[in-house]
């Protein structure tokens, strides 16, 4: 596995990613870093792993409510058959969002699993 470091709110971090991962890691290191960044500069919370704990909670319920509309065109959709070319190209997209979305939590989860900590 490779390791590549990065910054999150000016913290280096060093993250196991696997082959071929590296993009998809380094966008959810942004979006980490942009809702940490956001709750900081909001001024409300200072501490460090109050505000990741706030961010994690905050993007989880973001792919929630994504997974959750995902979820419900994928029964709308087993309901009444695509019949066009773009329908079924509607719902093969909603799938793959769904395997990307699983795909990040597994790797995060291993790129935060290695020392027991958040942050």
Do not use: W
Not at 7 to 22: D, K, R, T, W
Not at 62 to 79: K, M, S
Request: glycine share 6%; net charge negative.
């Amino acid at each position: 596995m490779k390791q590549i470091e990065v910054q999150i709110m000016g913290q280096s971090y060093l993250l196991g990613c696997p082959e071929g991962g590296e993009a998809q890691l380094r966008e959810a290191v942004e979006r980490v870093d942009t809702a940490m960044c956001r709750i900081r500069d909001a001024g409300k919370v200072r501490a460090r792993d109050r505000i990741a704990v706030l961010a994690s909670l905050n993007l989880a319920f973001d792919l929630g409510i994504q997974l959750a509309t995902t979820a419900e065109a994928a029964a709308a959709a087993a309901v009444a058959p695509p019949e066009t070319p773009q329908a079924v190209a509607q719902l093969a997209d909603t799938t793959a969002d769904e395997a990307r979305a699983a795909d990040l939590i597994r790797r995060l989860d291993q790129a935060l699993a290695g020392d027991g900590h958040l942050l």
